[in-house]
C-alpha cells in the first residue's frame, strides 16, 4: 500500500515560517504530480499548489491566495515533497495534506487519488 507522510506543521506566529514534508513509501512517485491542498474548520478541501516533473522540467503552479508566499520543492532521491510557507497568515490556518495522482487532474481534491493523513497548521495572529 503506498503512503504518504506529512510532518512539520505546528504553530507559529503571524508572519513567520513553516516547512512542510511528504514522504513517500515509494519511488514510484518520483514522476507524479504531488499536491498540496488544506482545509479549515467548517471549509471545503481547497488546493494549494503542486508540482509536476516533465522531463528536463520541474513546473510549479499556485492557488492565488498564496502565490508568492509558498514554494513547493522536491526531492526524488529522498522521495520528498516540500512545501515552505512564508508570511504566513492566520487565514493560512488549516490542516494540510499532500496528495499524490499518476496524472495531473486539475485542482478539485476528487481529482486525486491518494492522501496522507495530514498536519495541522495554526498561525497566531
Known amino acids: 500500500q503506498v503512503q504518504l507522510v506529512e510532518s512539520g506543521g505546528g504553530l507559529v506566529q503571524a508572519g513567520g515560517s513553516l516547512r512542510l514534508s511528504c514522504a513517500a513509501s515509494?519511488?514510484?512517485?518520483?514522476?507524479?504530480?504531488m499536491g498540496w491542498f488544506r482545509q479549515a474548520p467548517g471549509k471545503e478541501r481547497e488546493f494549494v499548489g503542486v508540482?509536476?516533473?516533465?522531463?528536463?522540467?520541474?513546473?510549479?503552479y499556485y492557488a492565488d491566495s498564496v502565490k508568492g508566499r509558498f514554494t513547493i520543492s522536491r526531492d526524488n532521491a529522498k522521495n520528498t515533497v516540500y512545501l515552505q510557507m512564508n508570511s504566513l497568515k492566520p487565514e493560512d490556518t488549516a490542516v494540510y495534506y499532500c496528495?499524490?495522482?499518476?496524472?495531473?487532474?486539475?485542482?478539485?481534491?476528487?481529482?486525486?487519488?491518494?492522501w496522507g493523513q495530514g498536519t495541522q497548521v495554526t498561525v497566531s495572529s
Open positions: 496528495a499524490a495522482d499518476p496524472s495531473y487532474s486539475g485542482t478539485y481534491y476528487s481529482n486525486w487519488a491518494i
Open positions: 515509494e519511488r514510484t512517485f518520483s514522476s507524479w504530480p
Open positions: 508540482i509536476r516533473w516533465d522531463p528536463l522540467i520541474t513546473t510549479t
